[in-house]
């Protein structure tokens, strides 16, 4: 019976193993390989990947995607790199090809003024709010009301009034 047991559970870590490399065959195949001539090239590689957004993935970098278009981004930034294209013209090909969007820190443009300083924009109309909230909370001081003969005759017949019996 223990025969048994030890090729089941042979079976189960064999089944384990084959699942695991099943599962990370995909991050395997994410991990670009690009041959650089000098560390410079390689880090100013890292620094561009870092830099634009992925357009399929949209909220990651190209370094962190694994998508089929950062491959090919990744790899057209390694061919211009390799070419001898400053990152300035890497940069143009990239917002001419994709528009701001690509860029995870848009320029400061008519277009992207909102994006920039919407933020603050809220926070001051929502201070503005805040305060009118506290000024009208705050207790009104009361004044005695002081009325004159006139008036306190008039509220004497009003209250007559009232204290009858219908």
């Known amino acids: 019976m223990s025969r048994t047991i030890t090729g089941t559970t042979r079976l189960s870590v064999l ?9 990370l065959s995909p991050v395997q195949a994410a991990v670009d390989a ?3 001539d000098t560390p410079e090239q390689q880090e100013r590689f890292r620094h561009l990947s870092n830099e634009f957004r992925c357009p399929m993935c ?3 970098n ?14 057209e ?21 994709y528009g701001d969007f690509i860029l995870y820190r848009p320029r400061l443009t008519g277009e992207t003024i909102l994006l920039w300083f919407g933020p603050l924009l809220f926070l001051l109309v929502g ?10 909370a705050r207790p009104v ?3 005695a009301a002081e009325l004159d003969t006139a008036e306190q005759e008039r509220l004497r017949k009003l209250l007559e009034k009232v204290d009858e019996p219908h």
Do not use: C, H, K, P
Request: hydrophobic share 50%; proline share 0%.
């Open 15 to 23: 089944f384990v193993l084959l699942l695991t490399a099943v599962m």
């Open 34 to 36: 690009f041959a650089f």
């Open 58 to 60: 949209q909220n990651t």
């Open 62 to 75: 190209l370094t962190g995607s694994s998508g089929g278009v950062a491959e090919d981004l990744r790899r």
């Open 77 to 97: 930034i390694y061919m211009m790199i390799m070419e001898g294209q400053t990152d300035e013209e890497i940069t143009r090909f990239m917002l001419d090809r």
């Open 127 to 136: 201070g503005w709010v805040v305060m009118g909230i506290i000024r009208r």
């Open 141 to 143: 001081e009361r004044v």
